[in-house]
């Protein structure tokens, strides 16, 4: 439930000032940087040695997509943050406020 938004729901909410717009755009974040990890991940695999060295570019790509998984967030804290806005009154309550 927590990965279920598409990028087009959350822009969309965005533009329309909804209140779920910030769940909406962690779901969005979350299934990103997961995917491309995941892609480059793939990349690496299927290029075998080649793909950690410096020629191909390939580690570089691999790099930054496992950066890109803690940049404004952990998954996990981005995950959370969207179990506080689905269900305010029972994750929120036990959760106490954001530091």
Known sequence: MVD???????????????ADADALCNMV???ASEEIFEVCKHAMELHGGNGVMLDF???????????????????????????KAMFPRTAGAYAGPEP
């Not at 279920?4 to 909804?18: I, K, L, M, S, Y």
């Not at 930054?64 to 998984?69: H, K, Q, R, T």
């Open 4 to 18: 279920g938004a598409g990028p087009a729901p959350a822009a969309r909410a965005v533009d329309e000032g909804a």
């Open 57 to 83: 570019g390939i580690e570089k790509l691999f790099r930054d997509a496992a950066i890109f998984l803690h940049m404004d967030a952990t998954a996990d804290i981005s995950r959370f943050k969207i179990i």
């Open 29 to 31: 974040k979350v299934f």
